[in-house]
C-alpha cells in the first residue's frame, strides 16, 4: 500500500517563517544571528517566545533574503514603517537637544500602538526630555515603566540603556551612591551579554568614572575614564575620546597630578575641535581653567576663562557664561579685589537660579559667600554660605556639601566662633546629617 504524501503546512506565526526560510538556505541558527544577535534570541523568536524589534527583524529579513513584508504579515506594514519613521525622528531630535522634536516624534510613535522593547525605548527618549527639561519625578516613572517592558535575555542592550539613563538621572538628582549602582549594573548587563556596543560602553564609563571622581574614589575613577578611553578609541568616536581624556585630567587632578592633567585636558580639547562638539568643547575649556586657578597660575586660568567665554557668548549658551563667571570671581577674589569678585558672584548668581542650575547656583554663593568674608561682612557671608549649604541640602548633593561646609568651619573659626565651627566640620564629617542650628 502506497504511502500518503506528507502535507506540508505552510507557516503562519512570524517565528515558523523564519525557522523556514533559515531551513530553505540550510542556514544555522548561529549564521543567522551573526555579530549583531544571538544564537539564543533567534531560537526565541523561532519558538515565538519573543517578538523582535523592527530592526532586528530587519537585520534577519536581510541575512534570509526576504523583504519585511514577509515576516510581518500579520500586522500594518505602513503602520510599523511609520513607527520607526517616529523613532528615529526622535533619536535624532536627542542628538541635537531639540526637546520639543523628542516628545512630539515619541508621542506619535507610540500612538502608533508600540509594544514591547520598541516602546520601551520610546519611553527612554521621553525620559531624556523630561529630564532635560527638569521633570526628574515624571522621568523616573518612564524609566521604570520602560525596565518593566524589557527582558533581560532578549532586549540586553535596551535594558542596559535604561539603566545607564537611570544612573545619569540619580546622579543630577544628587544621589550618586544610587547613580553609581544602576551605572554599574549597565556596566555588568554590557559585559554578561557581551553588548558591542561602544558608544554606550564608553558613554556608561565615562558617567560612571564621573560618579567615582564626586566620590572621592580617585582610583576607580581613574582606571574607568581609562577603559572609556580605550573603547572610545577603538571604535573612533572622537566625542567619547575627548570625554575620557577629560575624565582623565580630573581624575588627576584630584590625585595631585596637575601637570598631567593639564596635559589631558589640552588632548581633550584637541579632539573635541575636531569634531566641533562646542558644548563639550566648552566644559573642556572650563576644566582646564578651573586646574590652572588651582595651580596657582592666574594669567593661564583669566585667559583660558576668556577664551572659553567668547566661545559661550558665540553659542548662545548662558549656563556656561554664568559658571564662567564664577570661575572669574574666584580668580578676582584671589588677586585681592573682593568688591569685583562679589560683583561677579552676585550676577552669577542670579542668572544660574533663573537658569534652574541649583549646584552651580550653590558654587557662585560660596564665592559670593568668601568675598563678603574678605570684606569683612560676616553677616551677609552668613547668609550666602546658608543658603548655599540649603541648595545643596535639598538636592541631597553630599559631596559638594561637605567641601562647602569644611571651608565654611574654617571661615567661622577664623572668626573665633569655634562652636559654629565645630558644628560644620560635623557637617562636613557627615553631610547627611541636619543643618547646625536647624
Known sequence: MASLPEIVQKPVTLGERVRAARRELGMSQAQLAGDELTKGFISQVEAGLVRPSLRSLQIIATRLGRSLDYFIGDESLAGAKRRVFHRLAAQAAIERHDWAAVRSEAMAALGQQAQGPERATLLRYLAAADTAEGRREQAFERLAEAMALVDANSDATELAQLLAARGVLYVEHGQLAAGAESLEAARDVMEQREITDPRLRARTLVHLGTVYRRLHRTVKALATYELALAVASRSSELRLAAQSYMGVAVALYDAGELDGAIANYQRALSLFERVSDTAVELSVMQSLATVQFEQGNMTAARETVDRCSERAALAGDARVGAILDVLRARITLEEGDAEGALRLAEAADLR???????????????????????????????????????????????????????????????????????????????????????
Do not use: M, W
Open 352 to 438: 544660574l537660579e533663573e537658569i534652574g542650575d541649583r549646584r552651580q547656583q550653590a558654587d557662585a554663593l560660596r564665592v559670593a559667600a568668601a568675598a563678603e568674608h574678605h570684606r569683612g561682612e560676616y553677616a551677609a557671608s552668613d547668609r550666602a554660605y546658608g543658603k548655599a549649604i540649603e541648595i545643596l541640602t535639598s538636592i541631597e548633593d553630599h559631596p559638594d556639601l561637605s567641601t562647602l561646609a569644611a571651608e565654611y568651619a574654617q571661615k567661622l573659626r577664623a572668626r573665633g566662633d569655634l562652636e559654629s565651627a565645630f558644628a560644620y566640620l560635623e557637617l562636613a564629617r557627615d553631610p547627611s546629617a541636619s543643618r547646625p542650628g536647624s
